[in-house]
């Protein structure tokens, strides 16, 4: 028994961008490029002449008129998927494919006056386009494609030479020192535009590395100087201090329980409630808790136990 082996040859067909009535200008963009792809273009574009009497043609003539036919067919299936529902009723009529490309050229894409006012508002934005001082390079780079795109679409002629020219000059003053070195070393005529992006955006690399520095920098230092305060400001209400203070609750000469000690320092230095004595608050005071001699009112010893007692009776038996 012959077997028999079936070849399947499975043709992929196109995507088809789809219009719902906004952003004519890009989905023609799209059309054109499927249009071209398949090439049927031409048909799109200049149309052709539909003759009904063909017996008059010889053979080269009647193979163009099908050959042309075929075309228009593909073109207008590919323009009536390419629309939707609410639009298809406006091409359905045409039976050639140039007939329904203009209708919607005409009607979403604007007449030649509606599209020279577009063109002549693109063009004042263009001349006065600016990068903003704390705006991203790529985020800039999006709104010149955008409408340099924009004016192209309108059937404005922009030569690249044109664009870089009036790119270089749109920049804050950081980039002046990249702006120049590209004026002197690049030849415009020859310069490719993912170059020139390329070579400023390695240059605002460079400077958001130094801004980061200079940031972390200022940060360290009043992160230091805040701790300094800090620990003056402790010093101060806990009494402890390495330049005035020597241990703890005694003040070197010159200090707030010297006898240099004047009124006006009374306003700088915090004085004790429970022990009247200056260089600290009651909440701090090392003597609070602690008993209280009668005898010589110091802390931390009782009246029987003063040593001071003892030493003043022995003073005045010498005498």
């Not at 340099?148 to 030569?159: A, D, S, T």
């Amino acid at each position: 028994m012959a077997s028999c082996t079936y070849s399947n040859q499975y043709i992929q067909q196109p995507s088809i961008p789809l219009f719902h009535g906004e952003n004519y200008d890009f989905w023609a963009i799209k059309m054109k490029t499927l249009f071209m792809s398949q090439e049927v273009w031409e048909i799109v574009e200049d149309g052709y002449d539909e003759i009904e009497d063909t017996s008059n043609l010889d053979q080269d003539q009647k193979d163009l008129l099908k050959e042309s036919r075929r075309k228009n067919a593909k073109a207008s299936m590919y323009i009536q998927q390419g629309v939707g529902d609410t639009i298809i009723p406006r091409v359905i009529h045409s039976y050639k494919a140039k007939e329904a490309w203009d209708l919607l050229q005409q009607e979403y894409g604007g007449n030649k006056k509606v599209r020279e006012l577009k063109l002549h508002s693109y063009r004042r934005y263009f001349e006065n386009l600016r990068m903003n001082e704390n705006e991203c390079l790529n985020d800039f780079s999006s709104r010149v494609v955008e409408v340099v795109n924009n004016m192209m679409l309108c059937g404005e002629k922009m030569e690249e030479r044109r664009i870089y020219k009036k790119i270089l000059i749109c920049f804050p003053e950081k980039f002046e020192p990249i702006v120049a070195v590209l004026e002197e070393t690049k030849d415009f005529s020859t310069l490719k535009s993912q170059e020139l992006w390329d070579s400023l955006k390695v240059y605002e690399k460079r400077l958001l590395g130094h801004s980061e520095k200079s940031i972390e920098s200022a940060f360290q230092s009043k992160f230091n100087l805040d701790s300094k305060n800090s620990a003056t400001k402790k010093n101060e209400y806990t009494g402890e201090s390495t330049s005035n203070f020597k241990g703890k609750g005694k003040w070197n000469k010159g200090g707030a329980n010297s006898k240099n000690y004047t009124k006006s320092d009374s306003y700088q230095v915090p004085r004790c409630n429970f022990c009247k004595k200056n260089g600290h608050l009651e909440k701090n005071c090392w003597n609070k808790g602690k008993p209280q001699c009668r005898n010589y009112k110091k802390y931390g010893h009782l009246e029987k136990d003063c040593r001071y007692k003892e030493d003043k009776e022995q003073a005045g038996k010498a005498e």
